[in-house]
């Protein structure tokens, strides 16, 4: 069992930039999938960025691509999401998650293959 905490979500105007945080309660191994989901009020759990924990390669959704970074830092059991040019569309929940171990990552993210997750961090844009 691993247990995730997101943090960094707030309220900012369009263009403004946040960063998330997600801290795993334990170490996971480099075969960990790990990604992160957002979820506005009335719509289905999209995935915006996966990455295999340890791995160098990330998948983002066409709509955050340039704007958003997915980043890991392995000495804290920490994810990142650092967020730029925000925009009031990309207003919603934001989720960490992870499964593993696991020999590849599926792209696009289908959030039932994901084990463990946060409780999100809130991410409001106006315009």
């Known amino acids: 069992q691993v247990d995730l905490v997101e943090s960094g979500g707030g309220s900012v105007q369009t263009g403004g930039s946040l960063r998330l945080s997600c801290t795993l309660s334990k170490p996971i191994s480099d075969n960990h999938c790990t990604a992160w989901f957002r979820q506005a009020p009335g719509k289905e759990r999209e995935g915006v960025v996966g990455?295999?924990?340890?791995?160098?390669?990330?998948y983002y959704v066409d709509s955050v691509k340039g704007r958003f970074t997915i980043s890991q830092d392995s000495a804290k059991n920490t994810l990142y999401l650092q967020m730029n040019n925000l925009k009031p569309e990309d207003t919603a929940m934001y989720y960490c998650?992870?499964?593993?171990?696991?020999?590849?990552?599926?792209?696009?993210?289908?959030?039932?293959?994901?084990?463990?997750w946060g409780r999100g961090t809130q991410v409001s844009v106006s315009s």
């Open positions: 998650a992870a499964v593993g171990p696991r020999r590849v990552c599926t792209w696009p993210l289908v959030p039932s293959e994901y084990a463990y």
């Open positions: 990455l295999l924990f340890g791995g160098k390669q990330p």
